[in-house]
């Protein structure tokens, strides 16, 4: 017999550094999960990638119980790590902050592709051009497609 689900979490959380503090401790806590359970299995699973942050998807049950599914980084801050620029723009269509090849979009897209709702490589680098744009970073050349 199936559990019942009785909510779904979302947090994103440095890779390997889970504690009990907020937001991970109040989050939980409203829903009845042992939040020490969660920080040491999400620190195990995390260990290959510290001081990323990961998004998580936590589904807790009525029995109290919970599963969760930890996802690839969130595309602006592979756009961030590619470009070393520590933030975006915040005027995005007047300032620009970096510039990314059409090379450094499919790399992250191919990295992404598993999380997003699309297909096709093309319409992936698509969205992390658009991603990089409204951040003020620059998609340097001709579009491979």
Same mark, same amino acid.
């Given at each position: 017999?199936a559990k019942?689900?009785?909510?779904?979490v979302?947090l994103?959380?440095?890779?390997?550094?889970a504690n009990?503090s907020?937001? /991970?401790g109040?989050a939980l806590? %409203?829903?009845?999960?042992?939040i020490m359970?969660?920080? +040491?299995?999400?620190? =195990?699973r995390?260990q290959?990638s510290p001081?990323k942050i990961?998004?998580?998807?936590?589904n807790v049950y009525?029995?109290?119980?919970?599963?969760f599914? /930890?996802?690839?980084?969130?595309? %602006?801050?592979?756009?961030l790590?590619?470009?070393?620029? +520590?933030?975006g723009? =915040?005027?995005?269509?007047?300032?620009?902050?970096?510039s990314?090849?059409?090379?450094?979009?499919?790399?992250i897209a191919?990295?992404?592709?598993v999380?997003?709702n699309?297909?096709?490589?093309e319409s992936?680098m698509r969205m992390?051009a658009?991603t990089?744009r409204?951040m003020?970073?620059?998609?340097?050349?001709?579009?491979?497609?």
């Amino acid at each position: 017999m199936a559990k019942e689900l009785s909510a779904i979490v979302k947090l994103q959380i440095k890779g390997g550094a889970a504690n009990p503090s907020p937001p /991970i401790g109040p989050a939980l806590g %409203a829903k009845g999960v042992n939040i020490m359970e969660f920080c +040491k299995q999400f620190n =195990a699973r995390t260990q290959d990638s510290p001081g990323k942050i990961l998004p998580v998807l936590i589904n807790v049950y009525t029995d109290k119980s919970f599963d969760f599914v /930890i996802k690839r980084p969130p595309v %602006a801050v592979q756009i961030l790590e590619v470009t070393k620029i +520590k933030a975006g723009s =915040a005027t995005s269509n007047r300032k620009k902050v970096g510039s990314i090849s059409w090379d450094q979009i499919r790399t992250i897209a191919e990295d992404k592709i598993v999380d997003m709702n699309c297909f096709t490589i093309e319409s992936a680098m698509r969205m992390v051009a658009g991603t990089a744009r409204s951040m003020g970073v620059t998609v340097a050349g001709d579009k491979p497609f």
